[in-house]
């Protein structure tokens, strides 16, 4: 059974190496933000966090599970734990791919005019850089209202 529980300094180097190794979005991974999934065997095995942003806005960020844990409900409990323990809105940014599951949460897709100022930007970057064939997957951004 996996549990969870906050990081400690100890896991900053394991949640920068699962962050890195599922190429998402590697800025902002201080540790003090973070819950981590632990193994039986105490190896920490997930993570995630919100994120602070300078507009205000909170995000749900940095959900990663170890390739060999994942399909166990690992990323779903790190989620619901993360909206549970952080009242008010919450964005998140995710492939489009990805929309189906996060709605399961909560999440609804929203378009620029309901973004908090930080994720039109974001927005319109990801679109500029589609735009020019950089990019695989659109993005989308979705919104919880806590």
């Known amino acids: 059974m996996v549990s969870l529980r906050p990081a400690t300094a100890a896991d900053a180097a394991v949640i920068r190496s699962l962050v890195y190794a599922a190429r998402i979005n ?9 819950i981590v999934a632990v193994s039986p065997a105490g190896e920490v095995i997930g993570c995630g966090q919100v994120k602070p942003h300078r507009d205000g806005s909170r995000e749900l960020a940095s959900i990663v599970v170890a390739p060999e844990w994942r399909g166990n409900g690992t990323a779903s409990a790190i989620i619901e734990h993360l ?21 399961r949460f909560g999440f609804r897709t929203v378009g620029e005019a309901e973004m908090a100022p930080y994720f039109r930007k974001l927005s319109r970057l990801a679109r500029l850089i589609g735009f020019l064939g950089k990019e695989s997957g659109r993005m989308l951004v979705m919104f919880h209202p806590g």
Request: charged share 15%; net charge negative; aromatic share 16%.
């Open 26 to 34: 590697p800025t902002g991974l201080e540790w003090p933000r973070f």
């Open 83 to 103: 909206i549970e323990s952080t009242p008010g809105p919450l964005y998140l940014t995710c492939r489009a791919v990805l929309g189906p599951f996060y709605e």
